[in-house]
């Protein structure tokens, strides 16, 4: 019964409470603020240096994957017999799991 004389009470309160009339212009303001905030843009220098990073980063990554590729003459072919090192028969039983 406290705990309902409290909320009732609150919202008593709450009812007489007088309202700003300018609130509503304020937070308006406020919001159409915050948009010209976010339109505003990079320098151009800042545009400059991500777009050579960029190609930078990319003509690196072209030079560094070419030199791995080695001539077609110099062919290496290896065979390894993996029979032995991977038994996966162990995992085909139901019960070894």
Same mark, same amino acid.
């Given at each position: 019964m406290?705990?309902?004389h409290h909320i009732n009470e609150?919202?008593?309160r709450e009812k007489e409470m007088e309202l700003n009339p300018f609130?509503?212009?304020?937070?308006?303001?406020? !919001?159409?603020?915050?948009?010209?905030e976010v339109r505003i843009r990079a320098p151009f220098w800042q545009n400059l240096v991500l777009a050579t990073s960029i190609a930078g980063v990319t003509f690196l990554g072209i030079i560094i994957g070419?030199?791995?590729v080695e001539s077609d003459t110099a062919e290496? !072919?290896?065979?390894?017999?993996?029979?032995?090192i991977e038994n996966l028969g162990y995992y085909n039983f139901?019960?070894?799991?």
């Open positions: 406290n705990t309902e609150l919202i008593r609130l509503a212009t304020r937070v308006m303001a406020k !919001i159409e603020g915050a948009e010209k070419n030199s791995y290496m !072919i290896v065979n390894i017999n993996d029979s032995q139901a019960e070894d799991e």
